[in-house]
């Protein structure tokens, strides 16, 4: 069999950038569009969304929260009205002027200026203002609450940098915006959506992420609280995969979200909102991926197991393709992790090792290829992509396994690539988390390059705010690191913020973002 | 038990239009953002959207068609240099001039004259133009066809009258795009898609439409043949449920849409696209709506049954919920039209009666109460969407049931909901179309408003183009009608055209149109 070892250009050490970039070529996952800033998401990579959008959906549906839609379109006057807001958020945005084009006179288009707008128009970078005047209308009474609701939509932020999944002016996300009597059942629904969101990161997508309370200065823009949930890229870079904010009653007021309580006393709702994106297919590339292409977890995987025939384009082959859809039919007549298993028999023309490296590189969990030899003698030849190589041999690692014995265990088997997957990145990532820190200058030197790839410092800190936090955010910055958030699950402090020297007060994790 | 006949207050033989609204409200589906021809879809209204997008979905998938998501924003370019395309299209639409807002220095929000774009972008308000680019990428050989994409997006048509779900500035659908070798296989796929949109309307919707072929003068901009699945409402309208394109080479001839043929020839690819909206809950209401509310049908309906407590916040209320839950279980386990039963047990406060009526205005197909002494003989009392009133004492038509026969009897109940609404509607529609009426005087007779609701005519016509076209065009025109579709599946021409006494070469639909 083939044995064409690193099916990619670029090994992730050499330049994780451009491997990121490699692999998402490779797998055919996404493309530039031509349009500034928005991509093209091809079959495979929109494939691991819905993937992604049917599980969240589940588990958002099971708590109760109803999915609405609402405008693209937010009327200058919603910004205008939430000052912080405004502030924070409304700068770089797709504005519509015009309802109109007509001929420009020269065989080209131009906008109508007959058609202009009274009030421009904003394409949504996020919907609170919107949803915060449906809920105005929607809530009268302290009966009308808790509202939970979520809406799956595009939204465009203007961004002068992009890279594809992580940064693009336009992006699929959902976005759960939730009403509430007071600050405990907005709090309480803020965590329900951040655990929502650390289950599904780790058993869906298997990235094992930390979850966390945002420092002041990285809070959504509006927000009391903002709460993320934070996973470890395979430079060591953190990727921000989720966040849940609590936004008190500011955004309340704004729109005049109001109910009547209990006692008949008007008070403002509490709010919350919740957001995931296509950021997380970024996140599964550079935690999952390696220098063969794309691994794809079961769970969100298109196709899990994908069967190859070897086709030699003459009348034999008839024969094989009926032994293949057999061994597919007994497959996708099984379950794994809840779910009937998804597999593909891939008929396309083609040699069978030049398709496996399609499929290496896109990530499929197992892969089956199917010859004459082995129909003849019952078996199929399975390879998994967690464990492409063979050690000793350098070889890819085919199983020769009886199909009946295939069969019986491949729901096994994809679940324990979806665990091992979780296992591997979360040693990785645990492995990469230093303590004990004890100076910015000991923070300087640790990330002085000196270690290609170094991972997160955590430290115990004092929780300054205001212009004392500013200073040391913008020390921070100098080296081009972050807090990212205050760990849910950490050890409580016990020593000297390292930052003022006050006694610290919690422990908070540094590092580079994307 | 309560018995208020009539839940709306306008019937829709008094003003339909009226009623229409009436129903949307009533039943919650969706309502005015405020936000300029822009509508909220709320939970109820976007769970339909939900049922018909996953069985739309499934349909899709089968054929093999993959789903893609490309940018909501299409360069003036895409535009100019399709000029047939610009005329029909390249009006109304939301153009996006600049990429900033700035404070306008009286405490308000501006465009930003600095960030101004170089090239407009338009907001897509079908993305033939934008595809056609990524698609002149992908292909290069006959290997790479047929190719076949799908995706689900929001699209934006400026429109100067709105109506809820019909005619909105944005609106969500899908929009599939093929390109393929020749005329042959790209018609082939047209009429696969034609015929995935009527047996998801008949199926799932229980929509009877008429598939058939647009003439020339309502044919999609830049289409060779368009064809439409046409749906009666019950106010005698055609409501143009979904549509299917054979582009021909015209929009592979503007993207440069080529392929090297078998024997090494450059060749233009033959595309199609076809679509169907959020427009199609506009024809369900329209449908199978009564003067009760909206009745769902059962396949796309969010909770197929809904069981009532008759709760009197009293201790007893436990063991009667324990009842509930256990006939709520015994439902969920089982499937009817392939798929599990979706019931929602609901436990809001308040009196059953009352959330009765909540659940007639939704459509919900069946309704359980359940009160202390049906608990006690072990019944349930069931109320059919489809058959709620007893037409001797004019009470609702409560079945009082055993549990366990009603668990065992409700997939078929469902089923024969199902299929009765599709048998009702399909009856009144073809008891709607009028034949053999003689001449364009006798048809603005039918439609003088003699006859309130006068449904639709088919006639004989000799197919006349352009100019002769245009003007049978203007004078239906003026008697508000609008030429449907030439039925696939009518009988063939015996007669002579109405319009011009020339031989009648086939039969074609006449009607008031939405």
Redesign the interface.
């Known amino acids: 069999m083939s044995n064409i070892r690193h099916a990619l250009n670029t090994k992730r050490e050499d330049d994780f950038s451009a491997w990121y970039q490699e692999v998402i070529s490779a797998a055919d996952m996404a ?1 530039d ?4 800033g ?6 495979w990579g ?2 691991i ?2 993937r992604i959008q049917r599980l969240m959906d589940d588990r958002i549906k099971a708590a109760g929260v ?11 006057a919603n ?2 009205r939430e000052a912080e807001h ?1 502030e924070g958020f ?13 001929s420009d006179g020269k ?5 109508d200026p007959e058609a202009k707008l009274e009030e ?4 949504r970078p996020t919907s609170e203002t ?1 949803i915060g ?2 809920m105005a ?1 929607w809530v009268q009474s302290w ?1 009308d609450l808790p509202l939970l ?1 979520n809406q799956w ?2 939204v ?1 932020r ?1 961004e002068m940098r992009t890279r594809m999944f992580l940064r693009t002016s ?1 992006f ?1 996300w959902q976005e759960g915006h939730t009403a509430h009597e007071n600050r405990e059942q907005a709090l309480e629904e803020t965590h329900r959506a951040l655990e929502m969101y650390r289950a599904c990161a780790e058993e869906d997508m298997a990235l094992p992420v930390i979850a966390g309370e945002k420092p002041e200065n990285e809070r959504f823009p509006g927000a009391v609280e903002t709460w993320s949930i934070e996973a470890m890229m395979q430079d060591g870079k953190a990727l921000q995969a989720g966040t849940s904010h609590y936004l008190g009653t500011n955004f309340a007021h704004a729109a005049g979200i109001k109910y009547q309580d209990r006692e008949g006393t008007e008070q403002f709702c509490h709010t919350t909102s919740w957001g995931v994106s296509t950021r997380m297919i970024g996140g599964v590339i550079m935690t999952h991926g390696d220098d063969d292409g794309l691994r794809v977890p079961p769970r969100i995987s298109p196709q899990q197991i994908v069967i190859l025939p070897m086709l030699r384009e003459k009348p034999e082959d008839e024969e094989l393709l009926a032994y293949c859809e057999e061994v597919r039919a007994s497959l996708a007549a099984q379950s794994a992790c809840g779910e009937p298993i998804r597999v593909l028999l891939d008929k396309r ?1 083609g040699k069978a090792a030049g398709k496996r490296w399609d499929w290496v590189r896109k990530g499929a969990p197992i892969i089956v290829e199917v010859g004459p030899r082995d129909m003849e003698g019952g078996k199929v030849a399975v390879l998994r992509r967690d464990r492409l190589w063979n050690s000793e041999n350098g070889k890819p690692d085919f199983a020769f396994t009886p199909r009946d014995e295939f069969s019986s265990q491949a729901a096994a088997m994809l679940e324990e690539i979806q665990q091992g997957m979780f296992e591997q990145a979360r040693e990785r990532r645990d492995a990469n988390i230093t303590r004990g820190v004890g100076s910015l200058d000991e923070i300087a030197a640790f990330y002085d390059g000196s270690t290609k790839y170094p991972g997160w410092i955590e430290v115990q800190w004092s929780k300054p705010t205001g212009d004392a936090l500013d200073k040391v955010v913008e020390k921070l910055k100098a080296h081009k690191l972050t807090f990212r958030n205050v760990p849910r699950d950490a050890e409580p402090a016990d020593g000297t913020c390292i930052f003022t020297g006050e006694p610290a007060v919690e422990r908070i994790l540094v590092a580079k973002a994307y």
């Open positions: 493309e569009s031509g349009v500034r928005c991509m093209v998401i091809k079959p929109y494939g969304w819905e109803q999915n609405c839609y609402f405008p693209i379109f937010i009327p200058l910004f205008e405004v409304a700068k770089e945005m797709a504005v519509v002027t015009h309802h109109r084009l007509i065989g080209g288009l131009m906008p421009p128009l904003v394409v919107i005047d449906a209308r009966r609701t939509a595009n465009v203007w336009e699929l023309p």
